[in-house]
């Protein structure tokens, strides 16, 4: 434990400072040492002063050891050197001046030293007057030896420990001076940090009351405004509201609060995209195989086809388009046909309605001597000649499909010098000839798609990235938080 006094350790006798004599009291507060050093008209200046010592106080750094020479001049502590009664007169000289102006204008251990010093020659003198002979002959005979009783008895009580903190009217006097006022001024604490403000102004006396707004500007636990203006005074006790900042929204990341602590903290979050990319080719193949190329996709299938082939005749029936049949020509008309020879018998000019009809008028000839023809004509033409035989075949088709007309075997319509055995249609009927194909084989088209490898993951970005065949695309969530506060 260190005396309150002189900063010296306390050694020896419990409460009690060895080196400057003063008896220290448990409880007793640092601060009294600061008052004691003040003069008494100091103690009667504003409650502002008053603050800015107590302030200065505060900040004295007590954990340091007070210079011994310091110490010496704070306290009036005897000189163990011999003490000369010369020496207390002048102090008794001295004390005797303390009165008026001079004794509120020293310091408090100035004035107690001085009272001290007044005691203790008092002390001397009760001590000497026993020894003192009531004539003055033996007071002038032994005047060195009385001097010297006196100077040892004086040296034994300045030897004492002097106490400083001595109940005097001085002391009852600074006690009833230093009551604190009811009201005080108050200060100003905008940009302080909220527990040196606080501090503040509990030490004025207030009591102090915080409420939180988040800020842009204003630091994490500054003060952004008081409710009662700097300078106002109030009564010691009043409430005052400070409201203080508790920061703005953090820097955006990917971190998190754990869960326990989430109650406490406003909380955005964002969904941020970033994505790679590759470039695609595509290889061809072609075979007349589908399973050659199993890991590719078969994307056409080409035909390969025989030339057209022409039918020889004329159908009343179109058939339907197709890659393997059209129609090669269509005419309107009359259609006339029949089998006509085709020897060099000049004589022989009939037509009939078959081969085989052919054959029977015509015992000299085979079938292969007959051929069957026929003609498209608008030409309505009248039958030249007729000859009736019964008809074994009725209901036979002729090559072009047309039906035998029935009991009629030998007919003619001269066409352009020509002879026909059958007619049909009229002048408006259309006849259609086609022409036919055959696929011949298949040839398969095959493609596959070729990939680079992936470029390098682009940077983080808030636009939204679609993915495919050729953009990768990765997303993550990031946050930020602020403290909540209890004013919006």
């Known amino acids: 434990m260190k005396c309150p006094n002189c900063g010296e350790n306390l050694k020896g006798k419990p409460n009690f400072c060895g080196f400057c004599g003063s008896e220290v009291r448990v409880g007793d507060k640092q601060t009294e040492t600061s008052i004691l050093k003040k003069p008494i008209s100091e103690l009667f200046k504003s409650g502002s002063s008053s603050v800015t010592d107590e302030k200065q106080f505060e900040e004295k750094d007590f954990t340091k050891p007070i210079k ?15 003490i000369k009664v010369q020496d207390y007169k002048e102090q008794e000289a001295k004390q005797a001046k303390l009165s008026g102006d001079d004794f509120f204008n020293k ?6 030293s001085a009272q001290q010093q007044t005691t203790q020659q008092q002390t001397a003198q009760q001590i000497a007057q026993p020894m003192q002979p009531d004539s003055k002959s033996a007071k002038s005979s032994q005047p060195a030896v009385e001097k010297e009783v006196q100077a040892q008895k004086v040296e034994s009580e300045a030897s004492k420990p002097i106490n400083p903190i001595i109940h005097t009217l001085s002391d009852d006097f600074l006690e ?32 102090v009351e915080i409420q939180t707004k988040n800020s842009e500007t204003i630091p994490y636990g500054d003060v952004i405004s008081q409710d009662k203006e700097p300078g106002t005074k109030v009564a010691v006790g009043s409430t005052i509201t400070l409201v203080t900042s508790v920061g703005t929204w953090t820097d955006w990341s990917t971190e998190t609060i754990p869960e326990d602590k989430l109650h406490k903290f406003d909380v955005e979050e964002k969904i941020q995209y970033r994505s790679r990319t590759r470039q695609q080719t595509i290889d061809y193949k072609e075979s007349s195989s589908k399973d050659e190329y199993p890991d590719y996709e078969i994307y056409e299938v080409k035909n390969v086809y025989s030339d057209w082939v022409e039918e020889d005749y004329y159908l009343s029936e179109m058939k339907e388009n197709s890659d393997l049949c059209e129609v090669a020509s269509k005419k309107v008309g009359f259609k006339y046909c029949g089998w006509n020879y085709k020897g060099s018998d000049e004589d022989i000019i009939e037509s009939f309605g078959t081969a085989r009809l052919a054959v029977t008028f015509n015992p000299g000839t085979t079938v292969d001597d007959w051929e069957y023809r026929e003609i498209i004509s ?7 000649y007729t000859k009736w035989h019964r008809a074994d075949d009725n209901g036979t088709l002729t090559p072009a499909n047309d039906i035998v007309i029935a009991n ?69 969530k990031i946050y930020r938080y602020r403290r909540k506060a209890s004013i919006k």
């Open 68 to 82: 011994r020479k310091e110490t010496m001049e704070q306290v009036s502590v005897p000189k163990n050197d011999e």
């Open 107 to 112: 310091p408090i251990d100035e004035i107690r």
């Open 408 to 476: 009629i075997s030998i007919a003619g319509y001269d066409v352009g010098g020509v002879y026909y055995a059958l007619k049909y249609g009229t002048k408006d009927s259309e006849w259609y000839k086609h022409r036919t194909r055959e696929i011949v084989e298949h040839v398969y088209s095959f493609r596959k798609n070729v990939y680079t490898e992936w470029s390098e993951w682009g940077e983080w970005g808030f636009n939204k990235i679609e993915e495919d065949d050729l953009t990768d695309v990765e997303t993550q």
């Open 176 to 207: 009833e001076e230093a009551v604190k006022p009811n009201t005080v001024k108050v200060i100003d604490t905008v940009g302080q940090n909220k527990i040196t403000a606080k501090s503040m102004l509990e030490y004025l006396g207030l009591v």
């Open 378 to 384: 608008k030409n309505d033409s009248d039958v030249s």
